[in-house]
C-alpha cells in the first residue's frame, strides 16, 4: 500500500468570520481523523463535487471540478475552510466548538450554508465505506496559490 499526496492551493483570503461549529459534527470530523491512515481525513461531499480535507488545525473544502497551476504544481484551490485552531479544551462534547470560518470565494457564504446540510451526509458515506476498506493512504499538500 502506497502513500500519495493530493496538493491543494490556498488563494488569497476574501473574509474571515467566527461561528460555533455542533458539537456533534465537529466530533464526526474528529473521529474521521483519527481513522485515518494518514495525518489526513479526504471526505468527498459528491453533491456538490467538493472534497473536505480534515487534518488537526482546519478542515479544507476543494472544488473537485477546478484545478490550477501555480509555479509549475498542479492542484486545487481551496474555496473555503473551517480554522479548528481557536478551540479549546472542551468540558462536555456536546459544548460547540469556536471556529473562524476563512472564505476564499465570493460565493463563500452560500457554500458554507450547502455545506452544513450535505457534509454530515458525506461523513455517513465516509464512515459507512471506512468500516468495509482500507485502501491506499493519501495526504495533503497545501501550498499559497500565486497565479502563473
Keep these: 500500500m502506497g502513500v500519495s499526496t493530493e496538493t491543494f492551493f490556498r488563494p488569497p483570503e476574501i473574509a474571515r468570520e467566527r461561528v460555533n461549529l455542533p458539537a456533534p459534527l465537529f466530533n ?57 485552531a481557536l478551540r479549546t479544551a472542551r468540558d462536555s462534547l456536546i459544548e460547540p466548538v469556536p471556529i473562524e470560518i476563512v472564505y476564499y470565494n465570493s460565493d463563500g457564504h452560500e457554500i458554507h450554508r450547502r455545506l452544513m446540510g450535505e457534509f454530515p451526509k458525506a461523513l455517513d458515506r465516509y464512515e459507512a465505506r471506512q468500516k468495509e476498506d482500507r485502501g491506499e493512504s493519501v495526504t495533503a499538500s497545501v501550498l499559497p496559490f500565486r497565479p502563473g
Design 28 to 84: 464526526r470530523c474528529l473521529l474521521a481523523l483519527n481513522h485515518a491512515a494518514t495525518r489526513h481525513a479526504f471526505v468527498p461531499i459528491r453533491s456538490m463535487q467538493y472534497q473536505a480535507v480534515i487534518d488537526d488545525s482546519e478542515i479544507i473544502f476543494v472544488d473537485n471540478q477546478g484545478y490550477a497551476v501555480s509555479e509549475g504544481q498542479g492542484g486545487r484551490l481551496i474555496v473555503l475552510a473551517w480554522d479548528v
